[in-house]
């Protein structure tokens, strides 16, 4: 399995991004889908996750009221809307199955700074 986040960039407070995550590897409909991040000396936290059918989200308190999180299973792709972006937001953004993890990839990074 193959996890290749993109959208990331800088982004100055209050703006928006949407970062995507496309799957590779067959299993992409079967699990639900998770949005990771890691901020620098820091460890890596779930954000926010869905369902295998797009129907149940769950978001950290932290993100909650200002990402969403979606999935395309004809497409093999997770996304996740990110609104009123904060400084604390900046991070680097990965995907990956919260009941059985892959191969991290490289993320996709986001900085928020005026």
């Known amino acids: 399995v193959q996890l290749q986040a993109s959208g990331g960039g800088l982004v100055q407070p209050g703006g928006s991004l949407r970062l995507s995550c496309a799957v590779s590897?067959?299993?992409?409909?079967?699990?639900?889908m998770g949005w990771y991040r890691q901020a620098p000396g820091k460890q890596r936290e779930l954000v926010a996750s869905i369902n295998t059918g797009g129907g149940s989200t769950l978001y950290a308190d932290s993100v909650k009221g200002r990402f969403t999180i979606s999935r395309d299973n004809a497409k093999n792709t997770v996304y996740l809307q990110m609104n009123d972006l904060k400084p604390e937001d900046t991070a680097v953004y990965y995907c990956?199955?919260?009941?059985?993890?892959?191969?991290w990839g490289q993320g996709t990074l986001v900085t928020v700074s005026s």
């Open positions: 590897g067959g299993i992409f409909s079967v699990y639900r």
């Open positions: 990956n199955f919260p009941y059985t993890l892959q191969d």
